[in-house]
């Protein structure tokens, strides 16, 4: 099982990303996959997940009505699109894989339930 997080870059304040986590040897509609951030010196975080099926999703307070998770079954990836980015949003940006059976409609920022990690991607925010 892997996952390859990317799509990170340097992006001025109010700009928009597109992160992608590719999933190898498990498929995304059976695990709820989150994306987690850590910035320099800070704790790593939960930032989004989305379901098993699909039909649930979850923000962090820090990034509701900015970042949208989404996913696309065909290609076993899963998106995070990042808009109106700020300052505080650069980090390295993991996405992470919980199996949860298909079907399920459980979303988790619990890192423990998450089995499976992919590396990074950077994503800085800079004028």
């Known amino acids: 099982v892997q996952l390859q997080a990317s799509g990170g870059g340097l992006v001025h304040p109010g700009g928009s990303l597109r992160l992608s986590c590719v999933g190898s040897?498990?498929?995304?509609?059976?695990?709820?996959i989150g994306w987690f951030r850590q910035a320099p010196g800070k704790e790593r975080e939960g930032v989004s997940c989305?379901?098993?099926?699909?039909?649930?999703?979850y923000y962090a307070d820090s990034v509701k009505g900015r970042f949208a998770i989404s996913r696309d079954i065909a290609k076993n990836t899963v998106y995070l699109q990042i808009n109106s980015l700020k300052p505080e949003d650069a980090a390295v940006y993991y996405c992470?894989?919980?199996?949860?059976?298909?079907?399920?409609?459980?979303?988790?920022?619990?890192?423990?339930?998450?089995?499976?990690w992919g590396r990074g991607t950077l994503v800085t925010v800079s004028s």
């Open positions: 989305i379901s098993s099926s699909g039909a649930n999703t």
């Open positions: 992470a894989a919980a199996y949860h059976g298909p079907n399920s409609t459980y979303t988790t920022m619990l890192e423990s339930w998450y089995t499976f």
């Open positions: 040897g498990f498929t995304v509609d059976n695990y709820a």
